[in-house]
């Protein structure tokens, strides 16, 4: 027997047994027959009576692969894969071309690529046959169900990723998944226009140079709608990131200032890229999805999605950028859970260092989780690897995450936006702007928080948990309790162009790393980032919790009659029903009945029964966790609160001066809770929470515009009295500080004192005056209130940096008589008042403290 018909009978042979195991999914449109015929007769229709022979494009060698689309071919009675191919007096044993050739000779050394020797041999064929032509269709073959019906974790170790896989693989690849391939016959290519395309386009190289390495470009886009961008070879990303001219130039610039060698500096740039890169494996992220799938089961009552038609519209056309609110530690694998689930790819997710903690670090890397150092101060090294880390990433489309806020916010309020993972981003585009660039906004509200009791500890004063192994083996104690329901809200969308264009920086380019943003740029950095968080207030949940938690925290003693209870909930409903919040926020269709069951159920509150009627009452050592789900929604209620503290407090109030009072604090409370409204839009706004209070019979409105509240002692009342009291704290706060300034009087306090005076007494307030409530003595609250009274002119500095201010300041601190009772008012004035001695003694401890916590931290 002939070496060609042993061939043909091996290829015979092995094509039944693999037919036995593997029935392949053909996707797209097939090749017409009349493009396909046989190799050796095959004519085109026009005049110039051209052959044309037919060859299929494998981007890596692999034996199965071509058994497989040969038995395609047979079966959809194309030109077959595996037949000798007639190329005028010379045969080519079968019609297939493997990009990646792999040279196996040897097997002690590592195979290597080799250039693909039967694409050189078709090349000379045209040059010897002018009117010969050869059609090229490239086929993906891949290995693997729908990530989304895969039911195995086993499974799901084989499936294909970007990396080749190796015998043994490819092996257990048939085995695993032979009733689940796929295969995609695309676009045919006319090799000689390929050819001549290059000579002329691309003489500097050769023809097989240029169509080899363009048809695995166009493989490996193809592959990239499946499987995602390739950025998971992580020696490739080492690579080009260290080749860069700009990490090259901080190469040498390291080497010089620390006098080390280009050798030792570029050791040092591969560290951080190692430090730094994620390790994304498609396998990975499929055996998460199972992991997770059993996780949520076991720990929530339901995951709800609401919104993400947003992202599915613009992931086709922009480079997405995930910007979730920052909760909890599980907010990082529920967005992208989410989005698997959903059929998109996973965004890759900066995270902060300390999260790289052994045997974790890698899984968060394999999922797409890329690491970031909280300060990037005074190495200019690792910054410039960093930011060469995120252009690649930004160049490739590949969809991002972030958290704007920094860190995970332990009050339930949204925290100041850090821009610094935001300016780089926008750094990025401007240096080389592959797609437009959008932000989606994402509210994630729990019912319940497994790091809770943690918060709490924290704004009481304790020294923040470093993560650790023991840490997460904790946390993973806590999933036999009840945890509730679970909500993803896809925001409004943030375009960056439109930002950029706003501010005049649309026509700015950056050239280097280490270029400076101009002031334009970092101008549209700081809107975009106000932007997104107000766009994340927009998406607001209002969830049982959240409800039960605004009602009964506004209460003296966290009590409340059921059945008052229910209607105060029901009210609540229906008000943001009528006059919602954002077209996005979403309400529980629970009624006020069905949200006290649900929040008994949670064990968050206890029902207290009574002959005279029952009670509803927080829980035991709930109330401060409770302040944190209260604060998630306080934003959608805080208009409607003020509009109700002035009408509450005074008994009877024109609309004017209810107007004058709330613009005056508007841009306080704006600040402190990233509310949407623009200052001249707050007019309307109040005169339909007006309007929206009266149809609810909580306030009458007469002729002459006099808004009046109920009776005293009324039912109505004491509904008005519940939902005045979500505001006050915020104003009793704006009142401690401004009455600490006016007492020590204009030139005699700095900003910096303020801030640590007002954190001091907001927690001594907490204690004495049982707030219950952390945020009341959050710094951050103090920081934002301070730069508004700056912004808005009322207070400024002296040479000597401190605050200065004149009548004007004054006036503002009056409005507190209209909402604050006497008692409130006299009790903040008592302990905002000092003596210099006071002062010093105090200022002197904080000092003392804060080196102490330094040293402590050298130390570790």
């Known amino acids: 027997m002939s070496k060609s018909g042993f061939g043909q009978m091996y290829r015979r042979l092995s094509s039944k047994l693999l037919d036995l195991v593997v029935t392949p999914h053909v996707l797209g449109e097939v090749p017409t027959e009349n493009q396909t015929s046989d190799h050796e007769t095959q004519e085109s229709s026009t005049s110039e009576n051209t052959h044309k022979i037919t060859c299929y494009v494998l981007q890596n060698y692999s034996r199965s692969n071509a058994l497989v689309v040969d038995s395609e ?33 040897n097997l002690l050394r590592a195979p290597i690529h080799t250039f693909p ?20 269709i490239p086929v993906t073959v891949l290995w693997g169900r729908s990530p989304d019906k895969e039911d195995s974790l086993f499974k799901l170790l084989f499936t294909d990723t970007w990396a080749t896989p190796s015998k043994v693989k490819q092996l257990m690849n048939i085995g695993v998944h032979g009733r689940q391939s796929f295969l995609e016959f695309h676009e045919t290519k006319s090799l000689r226009e390929l050819v001549q395309y290059a000579k002329i386009h691309h003489p500097n190289i050769s023809p097989a140079t240029y169509i080899t390495n363009s048809l695995n470009d166009y493989l490996d886009r193809q592959r990239e709608v499946i499987l995602g961008p390739d950025l998971s070879d992580r020696r490739n990303v080492m690579q080009s990131l260290i080749k860069a001219p700009d990490v090259q130039d ?40 199972m992991a997770l799938t059993r996780l949520w089961t076991q720990l929530y009552d339901g995951v709800e999605v609401h919104n993400f038609s947003t992202v599915r519209e613009l992931v086709k056309d922009y480079e997405v950028i995930y910007t979730p609110c920052h909760r909890s530690h599980i907010d ?59 252009f690649s990433i930004l160049s490739r489309n590949t969809p991002l995450e972030y958290f704007i806020e920094g860190g995970r916010s332990r009050t339930g309020r949204l925290l100041p936006p850090k821009t610094g993972m935001l ?42 948990e470093s993560e650790s192994i023991w840490g997460i083996v904790q946390t993973l104690k806590k999933i036999e309790r009840i945890f509730g329901k679970v909500h993803v809200n896809f925001g409004e969308p943030v375009f960056l162009d439109d930002l950029l264009k706003e501010h005049g920086a649309d026509k700015i380019k950056i050239e280097h790393n280490d270029d400076p943003i101009p002031q334009e740029v970092s101008n549209a950095v700081s809107s975009s980032a106000n932007a997104i968080l107000e766009n994340i207030n927009r998406a607001v949940v209002i969830n049982p919790v959240s409800l039960l938690s605004l009602i009964l925290l506004a209460t003296p003693k966290h009590t409340l009659d059921e059945e008052i209870c229910i209607k105060q909930l029901d009210t609540y409903r229906k008000l943001l029903t009528a006059l919602p919040y954002d077209s996005r926020t979403q309400v529980t269709p629970l009624s006020g009945k069905e949200i006290i069951a649900y929040g008994l159920k949670l064990k968050l509150i206890k029902r ?43 008994g009877k109030i024109n609309l004017a001066d209810l107007i004058n009072v709330i613009r005056t604090l508007y841009p306080f409370l704006k600040a402190e809770l990233f509310l949407k409204w623009k200052d001249e839009e707050i007019k309307d706004q109040v005169c339909e929470y007006v309007k929206a209070l009266a149809q609810a019979n909580l306030i009458s409105v007469d002729d002459e515009d006099f808004i009046y509240s109920p009776a005293p002692n009324s039912e109505d009342h004491n509904q008005l009295a519940v939902l005045a009291a979500p505001v006050r704290q915020s104003l009793e706060r704006y009142y401690m500080t401004l009455a600490l300034i006016t007492q020590r009087g204009s030139g005699n306090i700095s900003t910096n004192q303020v801030e640590v005076l007002s954190h001091l007494l907001g927690q001594r307030l907490s204690v004495l005056y049982e707030f219950n409530s952390p945020e009341f003595f959050d710094k951050a609250l103090f920081q934002s209130f301070i730069k508004v009274l700056t912004e808005q002119g009322y207070i400024g500095k002296n040479e000597e940096g401190a605050i200065v201010f004149d009548e004007q300041f004054r006036n503002v601190a009056q409005y507190a008589n209209l909402v604050l009772d006497d008692v409130t008012l006299q009790m903040l004035q008592h302990i905002t008042s000092f003596t210099d001695e006071e002062l010093k003694e105090a200022l002197d401890a904080v000092a003392a403290q804060q080196a102490k916590k330094r040293l402590i931290r050298k130390k570790k």
């Open 117 to 136: 020797p039967r694409l050189l041999r078709l090349i000379d064929a045209l040059d010897e046959n002018p009117n010969l032509d050869i059609e090229l």
């Open 423 to 464: 300016a780089m981003t926008v750094h990025g585009h401007l240096r080389g702007r592959a797609k437009p660039i959008v932000f989606i906004p994402t509210y994630i509200g729990y019912e319940r928080l497994m790091e809770g009791t943690t918060y709490v500890g924290e704004m009481n004063g304790k020294p923040k």
């Open 608 to 650: 207290v029964q009574h002959v005279l009627g029952d009670i509803i009452a927080i829980e035991d050592n709930q109330a401060v966790l409770l302040t944190y789900f209260r604060n998630n929604i306080l934003h959608a209620f805080v208009l409607p609160s003020l509009v109700a503290a002035l009408v509450e407090h005074n």
């Open 250 to 289: 901080a190469i040498r610039k390291e080497s010089i200032r620390s006098k080390t060698s280009m050798i030792e500096s570029e050791r040092k740039a591969i560290g951080f890229v190692n430090e730094i890169a994620s390790d994304y494996s498609a396998s990975a992220v499929r055996f998460a999805d």
């Open 332 to 390: 990082y694998l529920l967005l992208s859970y989410v989005i698997y689930k959903r059929g998109l790819m996973v965004p890759y997710i900066a995270a902060g260092d300390n999260l790289n903690m052994p045997f974790v670090g890698q899984l968060l890397r394999g999922g797409g989780a890329f690491f970031i150092r909280r300060s990037f101060r005074g190495n200019a090294l690792y910054t410039s690897v960093f930011k060469e880390y995120l």
């Open 73 to 105: 071919t047979r079966r959809l009675k194309i030109a077959p894969a595996l037949d000798p191919l007639l190329i005028g007096n010379h045969t080519e044993k079968a019609a297939v071309v493997f990009l990646q050739q792999q040279d196996e000779s």
